[in-house]
């Protein structure tokens, strides 16, 4: 009885230790960057990462519209050939 009563009590103080430490943790990780700074590296870096994803979507995309030309290039031609064999 005497063992379960201790064991209880030491899972409180680990609990609460632990709790403590979590919150010492995140209030000292609030740290922020002076207003001038954080307004100047974080456009640069939003407009660096967006203009990187434009970049990743765009090649594709061109790669994309050539093949349709192409494709569309010779469905005309093909069906320019079947016209004529079949006149």
Same mark, same amino acid.
């Given at each position: ?23 010492i943790g995140l209030c000292g990780c609030?740290?922020? /960057?002076?207003?001038?700074?954080? +307004? %100047?590296?974080?456009?640069? #870096?939003?407009? @660096?990462? $967006?203009? /990187?994803?434009?970049?990743?979507? +765009? %090649?594709?995309?061109?790669? #994309?519209?050539? @093949?349709? $030309? ?7 031609? %093909?069906?320019?050939?079947?016209k004529k064999s079949t006149q």
């Amino acid at each position: 009885m005497l063992q379960a009563i201790a064991m209880k009590i030491f899972r409180h103080r680990l609990s609460f230790f632990l709790g403590a430490l979590a919150l010492i943790g995140l209030c000292g990780c609030k740290q922020e /960057a002076p207003p001038e700074k954080a +307004k %100047t590296s974080g456009n640069s #870096a939003v407009e @660096a990462a $967006g203009q /990187a994803a434009v970049d990743y979507l +765009k %090649t594709p995309m061109d790669e #994309a519209r050539q @093949a349709e $030309g192409k494709l569309e290039k010779s469905a005309e031609e %093909t069906a320019a050939a079947i016209k004529k064999s079949t006149q």
